[in-house]
């Protein structure tokens, strides 16, 4: 399984605030939603992992173990649908 790194998806430092984090979710979001590419499998995929990267780093509990365990031992915590249960997107 390739590693993940949630802080490079999102094009942020490992220090970002919750207010850098949620403005640059957004701005790629909003580049890469597939609304915005219709019929384009990459940017669909590039928009699940931004969406997923979120979700993490968004949550206080989640960030906390995702910067303890890495992305091997964060994910052997989380099932995808752990991953997104709580998130808040508005």
């Known amino acids: 399984m390739e ?9 942020i430092e490992r220090d970002s605030n919750g207010e850098e984090i949620k403005r640059s979710y957004k701005r790629l979001a909003f580049e890469f939603h597939p609304d915005r590419n ?12 931004i969406s997923e990267a979120y979700a ?5 509990d989640k960030r906390r173990q995702y910067d303890q365990f890495g992305d091997a031992g964060f ?3 989380y099932s995808s649908e752990d991953i997104f249960r709580g998130a808040d997107f508005s």
């Open 3 to 11: 590693s993940i790194d949630y802080y490079e998806i999102l094009q």
């Open 38 to 49: 219709p019929g384009n499998p990459e940017a669909e995929e590039k928009f699940k992992k």
């Open 56 to 60: 993490v780093l968004s949550d206080k």
């Open 75 to 77: 994910h052997q915590r």
